[in-house]
């Protein structure tokens, strides 16, 4: 696509990079058959290749975003299943981060949408918070049903929907004792340790079970990818320093074979931490290294081999988070593992949509959202699996909405096959 950006323009890194993905795309369309936004939306400005033409013209013309692109944009999941699809490897995460922060910066949102999302963006980060919000949930649910008949509220009415009636207890998660074998830095996490606390026991038994020496490095918090993707930049490129230092700590004083991550939408932001970091000469090196070290629990074991064991005999669904499949090209060791550990793996049809979870837009497009989570459930059920299993919490939280059948982690899986605890779901009742 032809672009028209000044020198004076093009000498801000962001803007050249921008630049750069625009001239990439040549309108094909082949974007469209696989954006979720489209397939339900059928209109062309929710569809990548319409939503690149409105990022070029904002951008182009450094405009003050009106309220139609702002919609627009926000409507986008940052699925990536477009850079999936695209033939002329236009890379539209980078250019949908980017006009996220211009819009931020330059666009003054609704005073209701700036206290909701004020509030995600200081509360779901951080462990102590979020557990004590969903504490909370409990005297606003009774609320839900009023919220969600008035359309500014209903983000705060799905953000009920989606707080659980009951919370797992904080626990100290402990490091197994040193084996001698590979040193890995495990990623501890925000949202997944308060909502779902055994799927790091069981990734840490797992790689115990594998010989590695699991370490939590000091100092690590939120991998910003949530404050990342509200085009909160600064926020978000705080975060990346954050933990770019505390991993850079663990390297320097024992290496780092890797640093392993449970939480795919979590694994998609810290590998890109090199080129968020880029133009800091005091982290671009660093960054570069942390992300080059980055992987997801299933790219992991399976670089390094599933230990011995045998399955109980089960029709496992899986489904391919978008930050996994799309984000970070992780296609497929999960299902080839499960399939390896002796369970039955089946794939739905239109694996590679979105189940509508993607961050917080299951709260801030709860109806979008809903629509697609309600496709995803359907797909998923049609396999007639004993249980659903995907690799990030988020989807795991999403399409839990929707089923009564188990949603699992991978790691608790492979944990269970390869001789750990039985997952609570499946775990024989006390006598």
């Known amino acids: 696509m032809q672009t028209s950006f000044s020198p004076v323009q ?14 990439k795309c040549v309108h094909c369309g082949f974007c469209t058959a696989t954006c979720p936004t489209y397939v339900l939306l ?45 033939p002329s490897g236009v890379n539209y995460m980078h250019l949908v ?37 969903l504490g909370l949930a409990a005297l606003g649910r ?6 969600a008949k008035i359309e500014a ?8 929907a989606l707080a659980p009636k009951s919370l797992p207890h904080a626990t100290a998660q402990s490091a197994p004792k040193p084996a001698g074998g590979p040193r890995v830095a495990l990623l501890q996490g925000c949202a997944e340790p308060v909502l779902r606390p055994e799927i790091r026991e069981a990734t840490v038994r797992l790689l115990g079970r594998m010989g590695c020496d699991v370490v939590f490095a000091p100092g690590e918090g939120c991998c910003g990818a949530l ?22 700590r663990e390297i320097e004083n024992g290496g780092l074979d890797a640093v392993v991550i449970t939480a795919s939408g979590c694994g998609t932001t810290i590998k890109d931490y090199g080129f968020m970091l880029r133009n800091d000469p005091a982290y ?3 960054a570069a290294r942390v992300s080059a070290l980055a992987c997801d629990i299933s790219e992991y074991v399976a670089r390094k081999g599933l230990p011995e064991g045998r399955a109980p005999s089960l029709t496992v669904a899986y489904h391919a988070a978008c930050s996994l499949q799309h984000g970070q090209k992780v296609t497929v060791q999960p299902a080839r593992l499960l399939a390896d550990a002796g369970f039955l793996v089946r794939t739905p049809a239109e694996a590679h949509l979105c189940c509508g979870s993607a961050g917080t837009y299951n709260i801030l497009q709860p109806e979008i959202a809903g629509r697609l989570r309600d496709r995803k459930v359907e797909r998923l059920e049609a396999l007639a699996p004993d249980v659903i299993v995907t690799g990030n919490i988020g989807c795991a939280t999403q399409i839990a909405q929707g089923t009564g059948i188990a949603v699992l982690h991978i790691a608790e899986m492979l944990d269970w096959a390869t001789g750990g605890p039985a997952p609570s779901a499946f775990a024989a009742p006390a006598s």
């Open 284 to 286: 671009a090196e660093r």
């Open 153 to 160: 509220l209903r983000p705060l009415a799905a953000m009920l």
């Open 142 to 147: 009774p609320l839900a049903p009023l919220f």
């Open 227 to 248: 404050v990342h993707h509200l085009g909160r930049e600064d926020d978000g490129l705080a975060a990346a320093r954050r933990n770019v230092d505390a991993w850079t």
């Open 10 to 23: 093009l000498a801000d890194p962001a803007m050249a990079s921008s630049e750069g993905v625009i001239r």
């Open 42 to 86: 059928g209109d062309e400005l929710d569809s990548p290749r319409g939503r690149i033409y409105l990022m070029k013209e904002m951008l182009e013309q450094e405009a003050k975003p009106t309220a139609e692109v702002v919609k627009h944009i926000d409507r986008c999941l940052s699925c990536l299943s477009c850079m999936t699809t695209c």
């Open 97 to 133: 981060d980017h006009a996220r922060a211009y819009i931020e910066e330059h666009y003054r949102r609704p005073l209701l949408q700036r206290m909701l999302r004020g509030m995600l963006a200081r509360i779901l980060p951080y462990q102590g918070r979020f557990r004590i919000a």
